[in-house]
């Protein structure tokens, strides 16, 4: 069994930069591949980035792209994702998911990120 936990939302001012983590216990954790997402107030929650097993395969969405990285680090069970440039748009609730498009197998708590203009 999966267990993730997210960490490192907060509030920040536009243009600023956040790093959320992704920690996850379970011994199969290294099978899977990793999604962020996120929901902002009064929204459905959307996909954001994801990794894949081994961390040599990335994407991120294209409202994202070139301002957000996601990365991770096998030796601890870790999936980062890299914020900057951020803009109002961009708060919401962050969630990290173990597993592929389609079918994920985990969800994580959640990490506020709030982005003031």
């Known amino acids: 069994q999966v267990r993730l936990e997210e960490s490192g939302g907060g509030l920040v001012h536009a243009g600023g930069s956040l790093r959320l983590a992704c920690a996850a216990s379970?011994?199969?954790?290294?099978?899977?591949?990793v999604g962020w997402f996120r929901q902002a107030p009064g929204k459905e929650r959307e996909p954001v980035a994801r990794v894949n097993w081994n961390g040599d395969t990335s994407y991120v969405a294209d409202s994202v792209r070139g301002r957000f990285t996601v990365s991770r680090d096998k030796l601890i069970n870790t999936v980062y994702l890299q914020m900057t440039s951020l803009k109002s748009e961009d708060t919401g609730v962050y969630y990290c998911a173990a597993g592929e498009p389609g079918t994920w197998y985990a969800w994580g708590q959640g990490t506020q990120v709030t982005v003031a203009s």
């Open positions: 379970g011994r199969t954790f290294s099978t899977f591949g």
